[in-house]
């Protein structure tokens, strides 16, 4: 069984920085990409960034500039380092792993139970 667990969320002004942070546990042979989306009240869930397992990242327009993404491979952790937040950018925020390979051989996708990121005007 595979997990994966945000960390990180809360309330903070706009301008302001979070850190968000999630971990993936359990019978983990390889992870290939792993990415940020969000979901924000009445919208659907939208890709913020995400990164494979060399390195390359991509973003959603609305981030650009703003949001970092980056990932410990040894860890199995990625992180998401938010600046000069803006209101727009209250969400739930979710963690996935599309493609994860377990140590008996089954490959699937992942989800975390997300975090909520409050951004006050």
């Known amino acids: 069984q595979v997990q994966l667990v945000e960390y990180g969320g809360g309330l903070v002004q706009a301008g302001g920085s979070l850190r968000l942070s999630c971990v993936a546990s359990?019978?983990?042979?390889?992870?290939?990409?792993m990415g940020w989306y969000r979901q924000a009240p009445g919208k659907q869930r939208e890709l913020v960034a995400d990164?494979?397992?060399?390195?390359?990242?991509n973003y959603a327009d609305s981030v650009k500039g703003r949001f970092t993404i980056s990932r410990d491979n040894a860890k199995n952790t990625v992180y998401l380092r938010m600046n000069s937040l803006k209101p727009e950018d209250t969400a739930v925020y979710y963690c996935?792993?599309?493609?994860?390979?377990?140590?008996?051989?089954?490959?699937?996708?992942?989800w975390g139970k997300g975090t909520l990121v409050t951004v006050s005007s």
């Open positions: 996935n792993a599309p493609w994860v390979v377990t140590t008996n051989g089954r490959a699937m996708a992942y």
């Open positions: 359990g019978n983990i042979y390889s992870i290939d990409a």
């Open positions: 990164i494979n397992s060399g390195g390359n990242t």
